[in-house]
């Protein structure tokens, strides 16, 4: 499948410096107190949900090569990775969940904004540097992985996800009291 919608680089890099600019602002007002404290619907605490919320631009970063093999594959064979995907929907949710939980103890508050905009800074030069061929290239994706993945997606779509992941749950957070 290849789409010919054109992609708004502009948009994307304007999406992606405002959720840095705001992680850096949510753990600056945090108090320590309510990082501790448990998100809502989810079993994170705010600081290891901050952690997954940086852990999606981390996640299109390790995708982009990925879609790039394989939406040179056969269809079908895109078609039938996305549902083995699918059908390991369980173990993924579990590390998914325990790697986030383990990984906020690494990038803590005094490491996570560092990582971000590390990886956030990459995920915005690669976008800067892609073709329009490339931005409209895709794969099938798991669908039961991530609300915001869908059956099929471009390039181009794929470095909007991390924003939509970031801002979904940063309505979970419950960081009332600032430092």
């Not at 079993?43 to 790039?68: D, I, S």
């Not at 579990?94 to 990886?119: E, P």
Request: charged share 25%.
């Amino acid at each position: 499948m290849d789409r010919a919608e054109r992609v708004d680089r502009t948009a994307l890099a304007d999406e992606l410096e405002r959720t840095r600019v705001h992680l850096h602002r949510l753990l600056t007002d945090a108090s320590d107190a309510s990082l501790g404290r448990r998100s809502s619907g989810t079993r994170w605490t705010n600081e290891q949900l901050l952690f997954h919320m940086v852990f999606g631009y981390m996640v299109v970063q390790a995708l982009l090569p990925l879609v790039r093999v394989v939406s040179r594959l056969p269809t079908r064979v895109g078609r039938r990775l996305a549902q083995v995907l699918d059908a390991g929907t369980r173990p993924f949710d579990v590390v998914n969940y325990y790697g986030s939980c383990a990984a906020a103890l690494v990038f803590d508050r005094s490491r996570m904004g560092a990582k971000a905009d590390r990886v956030i800074g990459a995920v915005s030069l690669r976008l800067q540097r892609e073709s329009e061929q490339t931005l409209r290239q895709g794969m099938f994706f798991p669908v039961r992985w991530d609300p915001f993945f869908t059956d099929y997606m471009t390039i181009g779509e794929l470095y909007r996800y991390p924003t939509l992941h970031f801002d979904f749950h940063e309505r979970q957070l419950t960081l009332d009291h600032p430092r």
